[in-house]
């Protein structure tokens, strides 16, 4: 009889402990899981917090997509400062000849060419060129900056430019703003050859892309130079999209330069 009431108290007490075990268990996991969503949630940094440290998570991360991305936004951004500056300087022009109906409306499809062209030509095509320099030029010592700015300028600019510009009118000639005008003026060329997209892409090499080189290695090789010397490797499209956002400005107001004196007469 008592072998039978010891072998009732073991299974009792056994039961008691499985009981004990199941009730702390869960705590356990969830003081766990907890713990693991609020490290995870501290070492993800916030857009808002912390922007910088957001982006060059994302560098890390989505490399090509975080690039294409800034790329855009700060190719439309570009266009989007020429067109205000050129409307302000033309509504100023207005004020003074008492005349208010030449003010030009914001050309949104203007600025989203260059915002596809900066997202979709420039940041892949630089992503590749700036991997493929540091790769095969490595340092930084001042040989090896000289033959990068010498690839990238005397090389690569040349042949970049050109494409850019074509890639911009073809995307003119498929996607028109439905001002005949405009299409006329902003490459240079007569009523007649205006329809032919290579007339169009050859007038607007001829007029636009020597001036642009020009200026383009005046405000690029300075830039690159000091580019190739310090900045990151992952922040080199970055910092020459920061340039470009000048560029860009540039290049919409030269690309548009037979635009902006029709609309100031």
């Known amino acids: 009889m008592s072998n039978l009431s010891r072998g009732i108290g073991r299974i009792i007490g056994f039961q008691r402990l499985a009981s004990r075990k199941s009730h702390h268990a869960p705590s356990s996991r969830t003081s766990f899981s907890t713990s693991t969503s609020s490290s995870t949630t501290a070492s993800s940094p916030s857009i808002l917090r912390n922007p ?3 982006y060059v998570s994302k560098l890390d991360t989505h490399p090509l997509t975080t690039k294409i991305i800034t790329s855009g936004l700060i190719s439309g951004s570009g266009d989007l400062l ?12 207005d004020e003074s000849n ?3 109906e030449k003010y030009q409306p914001f050309n949104w499809m203007r600025t989203l060419r260059f915002t ?5 030509l420039v940041a892949p095509t630089v992503h590749a060129w700036y991997g493929f320099l540091m790769s ?4 930084s010592g001042v040989v090896a900056i000289a033959k990068r700015l010498f690839c990238d300028q005397g090389l690569f600019a040349p042949l970049f430019l050109p494409t850019f510009l074509s890639c911009l009118t073809v995307l003119e000639h498929v996607t028109p703003d439905g001002s005949d005008d405009e299409n006329n003026n902003n490459t240079h ?3 007649d050859d205006d329809s032919d997209l290579f007339s169009r892409i050859t007038a607007r090499l001829v007029n636009d892309v020597p001036d642009a080189l020009v200026v383009g290695w005046s405000m690029w090789i300075p830039s690159m130079g000091f580019m190739f010397a310090f900045v990151p490797g992952k922040f080199q499209v970055l910092f020459s999209n920061g340039v470009g956002f000048v560029w860009n400005a540039y290049l919409s107001w030269k690309t548009h330069e037979g635009e902006e004196a029709e609309g100031d007469r």
């Open 136 to 139: 095969s030029i490595p340092g």
């Open 82 to 93: 020429c067109q205000y500056l050129t409307s302000k300087r033309s509504s100023s022009d």
């Open 52 to 54: 910088l440290q957001w």
């Open 98 to 100: 008492n005349d208010i």
């Open 189 to 191: 060329v007569s009523d």
């Open 116 to 120: 596809i062209l900066g997202s979709f």
